[in-house]
């Protein structure tokens, strides 16, 4: 998912984004919802059957959590891609934002929800990288070069560390801009994760 902070460089007024709210989180933070969102933001829009299928779940289940996420704003019906009865939902927004302060929150709920939600998010990344090394070699020449699994040790106060994410997030937003046109058959969805945080060492 797209989960930039609300401290970085992308607006919280950008109508293409879901600046999550204690009560939207709470609707949100669900394993399967993050999946469902994450499929049709990335997949396009699908019947709940078809995400039933795509992710070995029910159609009930599917269909449920989807009227869980439209009710709180995160997807959409699609009727330009209806056939016959069955609903078809599309992604309402681009990505997320997500605001530390919520893992704080005074009501526990809201904070078990900030908790869940972000460790669906790190298993997310776990999955996806461990997808990307088991298909390797799948992939053209020329994108088994362009890959990158690296990490870093710095040392950094609080200040320079939000400076560091904010500039990272500056960087990644400059891309959108020199996005290879759609027609360019080399072109291909990118995942780009970030981590910064502070580790003890004794």
Known sequence: MDEPRSAGPRDPRDPTLHNLDARSLRGLAHPLRMQLLNALRRGGPATASQLAAKLGESSGATSYHLRQLAAHGFVEDAPEHGKGRERWWKAAHDGLLFDGALAMDGDPEVRGAADLFLHEVANQ????????????GDWPEQWRGAWD?????????????????????????????????????DTEQVRVHTHVFPIRTD
Request: glycine share 4%; proline share 4%; charged share 30%.
């Open 125 to 136: 990344h776990t999955r996806e990288v461990a997808t990307w090394l088991g298909t390797l």
């Open 149 to 185: 699994l690296s990490d870093w040790t710095l040392r950094l106060t609080p200040e320079l560390a939000d400076e560091l994410t904010q500039k990272m997030q500056e960087l990644l937003e400059s891309y959108r801009a020199k996005a290879s046109d759609a027609g360019d058959p």
